[in-house]
């Protein structure tokens, strides 16, 4: 695949690196990087196999340090719901793939990088990572889901605080906090443990990883009911040739091998 500002690489165990490669401009989030996001995330999706997604930042210092400020000069209202809404769209694409979707956070994860971040459904950093959401700064809010997504991991009280202060936090603090599961030594430690995790899901149930992305995505739509929503779901996979061979596979005392049926 080729992208204008991604670099895409599928390893042996097919799983997915994306990084975003615009280190000279800390990998801000500018138009253009946005569709490549959402492009390639809608190609992953119909890769045969493909175990999981790591996606992660050029270089040392960024993640992703923000948005494209540059480009919201000219914004009308009705151009910035739209701006926004086609971030919401691009973050809960990633937020419901059905296969895992791990952040390697390598420094700043800022404004709509900590957003995007968010909507994958695991989080690594390294020690040098700073999360936050300035917007305030600017005079402006989150737009792509972050003042919603930051509650579900750190609760109001703290997600209020970082959003009305702009205030930074290390990583340590974010993990502390529940923003993130991991803190690795350096880049490479955070790109191994962040496939290792998806090696290790791989093993398991594919319809049921999917599954349970469904069921936790659910429980925090307002029009949801997410206990019910798990019934149907759990109620669906029986109806699947990997569920008969997991049940077997546990009886018999041997390794199932599930083949996403």
């Given at each position: ?74 914004l ?6 739209a ?9 809960f ?21 900590c ?31 972050g ?28 993990l ?5 599961n991991?803190?690795?030594a ?57 569920v ?18």
């Amino acid at each position: 695949m080729q992208f204008s500002n991604l670099l895409w690489e599928i390893d042996a165990d097919n799983v997915l690196t994306i990084t975003i490669n615009r280190a000279d401009k800390l990998n801000a989030l500018n138009s253009a990087t946005m569709q490549d996001i959402s492009a390639a995330f809608d190609a992953a999706k119909s890769i045969d196999g493909l175990k999981g997604i790591i996606l992660t930042g050029a270089g040392e210092k960024a993640f992703v340090a923000g948005a494209d400020i540059s480009e919201f000069q000219s914004l009308d209202v009705l151009q910035a719901k739209a701006l926004a809404q086609r971030g919401h769209d691009t973050f809960f694409a990633i937020e419901r793939m059905p296969i895992p979707v791990v952040a390697v956070v390598n420094g700043f994860a800022l404004g709509g990088g900590c957003e995007l971040s968010m909507a994958c459904h695991l989080r690594i950093a390294t020690p040098n990572a700073k999360f936050g959401q300035p917007e305030v700064n600017l005079g402006i809010i989150a737009g792509y889901g972050g003042t919603q997504r930051l509650i579900q991991y750190i609760g109001k009280t703290k997600a209020l605080e970082l959003h009305l202060t702009a205030d930074m936090i290390d990583a340590q603090t974010a993990l502390q906090l529940g923003l993130l599961n991991y803190v690795e030594a350096d880049k490479n430690a955070a790109l191994e443990k962040a496939k290792s995790i998806i090696l290790k899901i791989s093993t398991k149930g594919p319809i049921a990883v999917a599954k349970v992305i469904e069921c936790t995505n659910a429980y925090f739509k307002e029009d949801v009911d997410g206990f019910a929503y798990e019934v149907n779901a759990f109620g669906d996979i029986f109806n699947t040739e990997d569920v008969k061979e997991g049940v077997a596979a546990f009886l018999e005392k041997r390794k199932p091998e599930f083949k996403r049926k």
